[in-house]
């Protein structure tokens, strides 16, 4: 697409409507209705027939002009009928998701993973629809991330950890490679040291979209998840890094595993050791990976200072 064809799109698109309209155009419970009843049909496009029923007007008329004010922005007009369009079904997921939002306070559950640092019994809270994952005995973080309320629906203690785990590597796995994981505009890359997060390390990434500016701070190791070379190392003795918390990875909650070798560029080792066997990842610029090697024994670098 070019730049033109882009500017076009984005003019018939959210981007053309103030927020003060979009919001005034569904401040309304009949219209509402429609965009959920189009986001729960089994298929859409659906008739004006058979959305007029499910969406229980006083009366047709009443229906056809809030279908009318709606349609353009959230939802699509075509031969066989409507359909919910992005903004639409924006509108419907922020709903959804604020509905479940019932269990705002969700007691702390008592995880069955020891702390990094000091091997006590890591905590997980929930507050502001964010896990803070924590060790009450040492005050090690392990990290704290958005966790949609929804997500507590129908899970217990572990069924929620571990579907906060996955989401966790999910965002940061979007986030390294460039796409927001809230609107996937692009990602923007920045080593930085010396500044305080959620995490146990001095030395971090940190993401910001140039879109929305959306931000999530990693460790240099959350960046390694999804990397193959890592995933095999694991492999091989016998562990399924995938199904294994992010938070049991003293490489992934803190900077105790890094060295950094130059600044201008960045190049940064991460020895990571697992029953005797160390992987040395080097990395450069934007974390990409430069150089990974296996060695028997433990890692012979020194701690970053
Ligand atoms: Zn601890
Ligand atoms: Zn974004």
Redo the contacts with the bound molecule.
């Keep these: 697409m070019d730049r033109l064809e882009a500017m076009e799109l984005a003019q018939e698109s959210a981007h053309c409507l103030k927020p003060a309209e979009a919001f005034s155009l569904i401040g309304n419970e009949i219209r509402v209705k429609i965009l959920e009843a189009l986001w729960y049909a089994d298929e859409q496009p659906v008739d004006f027939t058979t959305l007029c029923g499910r969406v229980e007007a006083d009366n047709s008329a009443q229906f056809n002009y809030h279908l009318g004010q709606l349609t353009g922005h959230f939802v699509r007009k075509t031969n066989r009928g409507y359909e919910l369009r992005t903004a639409g079904e924006s509108v419907v997921q922020a709903v959804v998701e604020g509905s479940f939002n019932a269990h705002p306070d969700l007691a702390p559950i008592e995880t069955d993973d020891a702390c990094t640092h000091c091997g006590s019994s890591l905590v997980a809270t929930y507050s502001d629809e964010k896990f803070a994952i924590r060790c009450q005995a040492c005050g090690r973080t392990h990290g704290k991330y958005s966790f949609p309320p929804g997500g507590l629906i129908d899970r217990d203690g572990d069924e929620i950890l571990s579907a906060f785990n996955q989401r966790v590597r999910h965002l940061h796995s979007l986030a390294r490679d460039g796409v ?1 994981p ?4 692009q ?1 923007q890359t920045e080593i930085v040291r010396g500044e305080t997060c959620c995490l146990d390390a001095d030395l971090r990434a940190e993401y910001t ?1 140039l ?4 931000n999530l701070c990693s460790t240099i190791g959350i960046a390694l998840l999804d990397q193959s070379p890592v995933i095999s190392f694991y492999r091989d003795h016998g562990i399924d890094l995938r199904s294994t918390p992010y938070w049991q990875l003293d490489w992934c909650v803190s900077d105790d595993c890094t060295t950094v070798t130059s600044t201008d560029p960045w190049r940064i080792k991460l020895a990571i050791t697992e029953t005797g066997d160390t992987l040395t990842v080097t990395l450069g610029e934007q974390l990409s990976v430069l150089t990974t090697a296996r060695a028997e024994g433990p890692a012979t670098n020194s701690p970053a200072p």
């Design positions: 927001c809230k609107c996937s505009g990602m979209c879109q929305c500016r959306h």
